[in-house]
């Protein structure tokens, strides 16, 4: 099974900041990654697929990168409604799994 | 518009079964796979079972292999989650989801329904 793994769990940060979040595979998985956004009590959203893919209706601030295991979302201007939790997911094999999160909290 | 409806969630003791449905519309729903998604309360996202857009090739979650079953009926644009021997680790928000054609990721996701597993 592939393990993914979000670092940070945690970022503080301000509005205006440029935020990366990276995350890992425990093996190469090509860009079979999505990203997704979830706020507090609602479902989630996807921002990138294929590692670097913008989905249709995302603001072109939210951008992807990376390929086999090391991947980062990047916010280049973080905006009041990005304050939010972020998960990545593979998609390359079975049992898909997801990373454990980021949660970007206003500094 | 695309919409995905869950249905069906509840208070169910241990051991006890449930039957989640999604109900979907605004897009051909038998040109598509579907999954079901989980967060336990205050915890991450969980991917718990897929099913093909015919209906075949499930796939599941060794978490809930055995104790779930995934279905599907596309005369009535219907995705199903028949959970048995529920246990208290299953509680969470079950989340239906719609896969992008030819890949694994969700591009939409309905609202949610809660599952509680207590006695």
């Known amino acids: 099974d592939i393990q993914m793994t979000q670092s940070p769990s945690t970022l503080s940060a301000s509005v205006g900041d440029r935020v990366t979040i990276t995350c890992r595979a425990s093996q190469s998985i090509s860009s079979w990654l999505a990203w997704y956004q979830q706020k507090p009590g609602k479902a989630p959203k996807v921002l990138i697929y294929?590692?670097?893919s913008l989905e249709s209706g995302v603001p072109s601030r939210f951008s992807g990168s990376g390929s086999g295991t090391e991947f980062s979302l990047t916010i280049s201007s973080l905006q009041p409604d990005d304050f939010a939790t972020y998960y990545c997911?593979?998609?390359?094999?079975?049992?898909?799994?997801f990373g454990g999160g980021t949660k970007v909290e206003i500094k | 518009e695309v919409q995905l409806l869950e249905s069906g969630g509840g208070l169910v003791q241990p051991g006890g079964s449930l039957r989640l449905s999604c109900a979907a519309s605004g897009f051909t729903f038998t040109n598509f796979a579907m999954s079901w998604v989980r967060q336990a309360p205050g915890k991450g996202l969980e991917w718990v079972s897929d099913i093909s857009d015919s209906g075949d090739s499930p796939y599941y979650a060794d978490s809930v292999k055995g104790r779930f079953t995934i279905s599907r009926d596309n005369s009535k644009n219907t995705l199903y989650l028949q959970m048995n021997s529920l246990r208290a680790e299953d509680t969470a928000v079950y989340y239906c989801?719609?896969?992008?054609?030819?890949?694994?990721?969700?591009?939409?996701w309905g609202h949610g329904t809660l599952v509680t597993v207590s006695s």
């Open positions: 989801a719609k896969i992008m054609v030819t890949t694994n990721y969700f591009d939409f």
């Open positions: 997911q593979q998609y390359n094999s079975y049992p898909l799994s």
């Open positions: 294929k590692a670097s």
